[in-house]
């Protein structure tokens, strides 16, 4: 087999399992926080240092999480070193295996300060790079694909990945704040003010979590940040639809960006609209992982 065949194979086996790390990651991100607790909304943001009865999944989402996180590690491991050798001729891919490798290290050691965090930094900075490693294993996988004539990299793919990081920034400021409750279980969230956004702290990812009668409290403008939330899950829906346009002569490539366009919005709908909804909001973070995968290949794809 060669190094080019064998790189392919470990990518595509370590995307899946990064991409378990992300669900898990999402399950038990959320249901720490009570977001799928039974005497809803009273549950929500109490901050309790140990929990007797931990909701269904929980203990199998941890091992999910442990496993898959230390296999992708060692996967990445063997890509950068074993398959892709300076002496092959694949230096962008060289790169972006690498680029996996120092990510999937640096959230290696991030995860020594995660649990007891107070700061949504450490909250965001997982989830960014757990995003961020998803992207470049998918973009490896792209470029080591044999691509069909007059299929390559599209740049609106690229520019819709970045905006879809930056939604990404806002979710996980709302879910790091407590601040989901902000809104009621609607579209509509009319007292929003968007001048609250400056002044509050409400985006400053190094503001201490407040805490009072333990119980975590989102800062003002918290109904404002979820609203600029949804507002940017509208400009995403339309820069996929225009990257899956642009793609169109591969018709899995186009497809799958669509449906997880699409995936993404529908299921933050459904979160949004009931409360609570940790099944929806876990699966709103899934699709926004494979429309970043997916965003990620296309923006990376190359003509043979």
Request: hydrophobic share 60%; glycine share 8%; charged share 10%.
């Amino acid at each position: 087999m060669s190094g080019r065949a064998l790189a392919r194979r470990l990518a595509l086996a370590a995307t899946v399992l990064v991409f378990l790390v992300l669900v898990a990651s999402a399950w038990l991100r959320h249901s720490a926080a009570g977001l799928g607790c039974a005497d809803w909304p009273g549950c929500y943001a109490a901050i309790v240092d140990t929990v007797e009865t931990p909701l269904p999944g929980t203990v199998l989402a941890r091992l999910v999480h442990r496993f898959a996180a230390s296999g992708a590690l060692v996967l990445i491991g063997l890509i950068a070193f074993l398959a892709l050798r300076p002496a092959s001729d694949y230096p962008v891919e060289r790169k972006l295996a690498w680029l996996a490798l120092a990510i999937a290290l640096a959230l290696a050691a991030l995860g020594i300060w995660t649990p007891g965090a107070r700061v949504p930094a450490v909250a965001i900075g997982n989830l960014v790079g757990g995003f961020a490693l998803f992207a470049s294993l998918a973009a490896l996988s792209a470029r080591l694909r044999e691509q069909g004539p007059g299929v390559a990299g599209s740049a609106i793919a690229l520019v819709a990945l970045v905006v879809v990081f930056a939604h990404v920034m806002l979710g996980g400021m709302i879910g790091a704040q407590f601040a989901v409750t902000a809104c009621p279980p609607a579209l509509a969230c009319p007292s929003a003010d968007f001048s609250t956004l400056t002044g509050s702290g409400i985006l400053d990812p190094l503001r201490p979590t407040s805490i009072v009668d333990g119980r975590a409290r989102a800062p003002a403008g918290a109904d404002a940040l979820i609203v600029l939330h949804r507002l940017a899950s509208i400009a995403v829906v339309v820069l996929a639809l225009a990257a899956a346009w642009t793609v169109r002569a591969d018709r899995a490539r186009a497809a799958t960006i669509l449906v997880c366009a699409l995936g993404a919005f529908a299921m933050g709908v459904a979160a949004t609209l009931r409360q609570p909804s940790l099944v929806g909001t876990v699966a709103h973070n899934a699709f926004a992982a494979l429309l970043v995968a997916a965003l990620a290949g296309a923006a990376a794809a190359r003509q043979r």
